[in-house]
């Protein structure tokens, strides 16, 4: 359609141009992507709009146009269309404001009733016309269907790549990637304190008492920023959850992995679609090579690693055998002495409590494990 079909009522309600890259990296890399984007506040003053009645939206950058989860700039342009507000809805390309077809013709639908046109670098389509209606739903299809066939050449290669052991996106604490390289830290000291970790572990019963005696003895972990030289090592207090994942990744096992977690689209409270990762059971992993790099443990090492650390958490099977734990009469031993009492939080509950440990955030809660408890019990403590 020409600027005829620009009409005054349109040009004295507000434009919006909505800025937009799908990833952070395409925020970084493609700049000159984002000048062009910006270009259309240019456009729309060339249509008619005075600068005052142009509203930039660039808060979704960073964002995929596949989902209107997490979008709250898009959510802003479809209330303003449903409210009146709105003259015009401008992109560079209009793909930019929604790849979903579905999305892509509720949009449609709304500027067909409230009379919104939407605007491109080439074109100005008013969607009550059955014309332009059409090209704007071939044009919704055709987006979506270009973003299913880039996804999966781009998963395609990267699985191809996997398969031969060569894909990294995480590099993880002890190790390095040197032209081309996987292997582990030069530092001797970053490899004595990654090998203090397992060695005490040896010795502990549980992944958080090995995290309260490494924080009293003031352990450091070394770490390497993401995108930052293999050489600019930081010594950090580690948290218990890199613990646990030092501690359970087989990657220190000789073992390169992939697929330890899967993404998964559902549908939020409001049906728009996103994604969530969820960790998949070992042996449904899609890439498991032993051997593939030098290894702080030995394999039989890690698998009992994993078990001693399934083994202490809480709500697990019967069969795991929680009330046979050691850990049971060291923490009533312990909550004794400090005369305290391990409790159940309610009758249901199957695991023990010290309530005089989480005051004091004393090492005793490295004792206190999760225990199944026997159904036919009416014991509310242990004292």
Known sequence: MTTATIKKHHLEKIAFVYLRQSSPTQVKKNVEGSRRQ???????????WPAARIRLFGGDTGNSGSTLHGREDYQAIVEGVLAGQTGAVAARE???????????????????HQDVLLVDEHRVYNATDPQDRVVLGVAGAFNEFELAMIVDRMQECRRQKAARGKLYDHIATGYVLRTGVFEKHPDDRVQRAIATVFDRFDRCTSALQLYDELLSKGYKLPTVPHGRDWRDVEWITPSYGQLVYLLKHPVYAGIYVRGLRKSHVVLDEAGHVKKENRRVPHGQW????ENHHAAYIEKSRWERNVEKIAANTPDMTPARGR????????????AAVAAASCTRPTRKARWFTCAEAALSNASVRGSVASVSWPRTSSSESVS
């Open 286 to 289: 899609d890439v498991f090579l």
């Open 94 to 112: 209009l793909s930019r404001l929604v790849r979903d077809n579905q999305d892509w013709n509720q949009l449609v639908r709304l500027c067909r």
């Open 323 to 334: 009330r046979e734990s050691a850990n049971l009469l060291g923490g009533l031993l312990r």
């Open 38 to 48: 910006l270009q259309m506040q240019d456009r729309m003053k060339q249509l008619g």
